[in-house]
């Protein structure tokens, strides 16, 4: 799902954010990854979003070379993507059903299968019963239980979280992990940055442990 | 459906869906855009009138101009009725063979009728206008040649050269010793409307890159405001044509209502002006009315206007969506 061949990334200014990091994360892997602030956990996130470029090695995402996609292309490999983010990432004015809805209204699905979806999505989270309420009204895990939903309404084969449970105390953060352990169950590949280290040992999955820019650690899976 | 293609690539992908329904997914895209803007419009009301008054008055002033100019057209065409040509013929000429002329002359293309004026009427004539009569009396001999007075018959869509023209022909008649037509005046006012005409292309153009800067200006604030909306939309997979499509459709609403504005504002003003216009033709004993604007014309400004908004709200999306990418 995810292929890592030697890829540096290198900022202007010659920062060097990731160095020669190679990995594997196979279909349906639930994996974490760690380290300290500025480790490159975030930049290796942005690879696989397309937000950055490597400037050397190669990414391969669910078979496609990233190497090989045009800017115009960007979009629908990301639709493919499931990303969350630590600050949620909402469309403040609008309801929390407009907000899941929207990967399925840029795909262009129809009304109807729309509703069904976002219903689906809203259930999986518990959060059926705030449909039409505004963000701002909810609390940081119901906020965050919404960007998950959005991130899985349109059915990815791959999620990736950027620290998901930063801002949330620990009974909430296990709630989060639970949700994505569910997804993982049905065979959506996981990747999560965290460095709640404690959560990750009690989980028990894979865990990349990268270290200025470098591959540390890796506690096993497919290589 | 998507979930059988979500691997496929693109191509496979489009391949899969069908033109049809390609082609109603992406009608359905447009309407939900077209009302979603409406409804954004209509939710925050003031900005966009404020926006559409700018376009309305930059619209109205060059369409207001162009509707008085095709009003004085219409006022410069019923003096080109009133010219008439004097053909002074040569003194050879007998009675009857002017007559002839005269009854030949009203037949032909491009003339209305034609006054029989002989040597002794006009004589008549010019010694009780003048009042040089007692001089005249002196004279053996009466010195006026006869003359044909030739009231054209212009059409109303015909300029002065047609005028030209027919003076030409009559110039040619070997009878005719001389031709007067006295056009100076009509040619200037032509002239003039030709200034005026010129001024409102100049003053159009001016005023429409302004409405296509006030548009641009209010679409690249709008961008800029959703700045985080617009980021967050690329990172779930929205294309640019997804994320310009309401900035566009934004646009052409500015324009429409801008031309509605403008609409608005010249039919006004042409109502205010209607009574004290009328009464100007009252004095000069014309029934002469105000005309408003034609149906073309009302659609042109209308068509104008979307197209000044669509073409604003492009130039600023292009030049602004591109600076705004996930980091």
């Not at chain 1, 400037?55 to 190497?67: D, S």
């Not at chain 1, 999620?159 to 801002?167: F, K, R, S, V, Y």
């Not at chain 2, 009569?133 to 109303?156: K, Y």
């Not at chain 2, 604007?293 to 104008?304: E, H």
């Amino acid at each position: 799902m995810i292929r890592f061949s030697n890829v540096s990334k290198r900022y202007p200014g010659g920062y060097e954010a990731l160095s020669d990091v190679s990995l594997h994360l196979a279909p349906g892997e639930m994996a974490f990854l760690t380290g300290h602030s500025g480790a490159g956990k975030s930049t290796l996130l942005k690879l696989i979003a397309l937000i950055e470029r490597p400037t050397n090695g190669q990414v391969i995402i669910n078979g496609q070379n990233f190497a090989k996609v045009g800017r115009r292309r960007i979009p629908h490999v990301r639709r493919d993507i499931g990303i969350i983010f630590q600050d949620h990432r909402l469309l403040f004015d609008r309801t929390v059903f407009d907000n899941v809805a929207l990967p399925l209204i840029i795909a262009g699905h129809s009304h109807p299968e729309i509703g069904r979806r976002v219903r689906a999505a809203l259930d999986k989270v518990g959060l059926l019963n705030k449909e039409k309420m505004y963000p701002i009204t909810l609390s940081g895990g119901e906020q965050q239980r919404v960007g998950i939903a959005r991130a899985v309404v349109n059915k990815p084969p791959l999620l990736l979280a950027d620290e998901p449970t930063g801002n949330l105390d620990p009974e909430l953060s296990r709630e989060i992990m639970g949700l994505f352990e569910e997804f993982n169950r049905v065979g959506v590949s996981v990747l999560i940055a965290s460095h709640d280290l404690e959560l990750i040992r009690q989980l028990g999955h894979r865990v990349l442990r990268l270290d200025h820019g470098r591959l540390a650690g890796d506690s096993g899976g497919a290589r | 459906m998507a979930e059988t293609q979500r691997n496929a690539p693109e191509g496979a992908r489009v391949v899969k869906m069908g033109a049809a329904t390609l082609l109603r997914s992406w009608l359905l895209r447009h309407v939900q855009t077209f009302f979603y803007t409406l409804g954004q419009i209509w939710r925050r009301p003031f900005n966009a009138i404020l926006t559409a008054a700018v376009i309305g008055i930059a619209l109205a002033l060059p369409a207001g101009l162009y509707v008085l100019l095709g009003n004085a057209q219409q006022v410069a065409r019923g003096w080109d009725g009133a010219t008439q040509v004097s053909l002074f013929l040569k003194r050879g000429v007998s009675e009857a063979r002017a007559q002839a002329l005269a009854r030949e002359l009203e037949t032909s293309a491009g003339i209305g009728s034609v006054r029989y004026i002989s040597r002794e009427q006009a004589l008549e004539e010019f010694k009780s206008l003048s009042g040089f009569g007692d001089v005249l009396q002196v004279l053996e001999d009466n010195p006026l040649p006869s003359v044909l007075v030739v009231f054209p018959r212009v059409e109303q869509t015909q300029g002065p050269e047609v005028m030209e023209q027919l003076l030409e022909r009559l110039r040619a008649r070997p009878e005719v010793d001389l031709a007067q037509l006295d056009m100076q005046w009509v040619k200037r006012i032509y002239a003039m409307m030709d200034i005026v005409r010129r001024g409102v292309w100049v003053l159009g153009s001016l005023l429409g890159l302004a409405v296509l800067l006030v548009v641009g200006n209010t679409i690249r604030l709008a961008i800029q405001s959703r700045r985080d909306e617009i980021v967050i939309i690329k990172l779930i997979g929205g294309t640019d044509a997804f994320i310009r499509r309401p900035f566009l459709y934004t646009g052409f609403w500015y324009g429409l209502f801008g031309g509605a504005i403008a609409l608005l504002m010249i039919q006004v003003s042409l109502w205010l002006l209607a009574e004290p216009v009328a009464g100007l033709a009252g004095l000069y004993g014309s029934s002469f009315r105000l005309h408003g604007l034609d149906f073309v014309t009302a659609l042109a400004l209308f068509g104008g206007g979307c197209l000044l908004g669509l073409l604003g709200s492009w130039l600023a999306v292009g030049r602004h969506l591109r600076e705004i990418e996930p980091t």
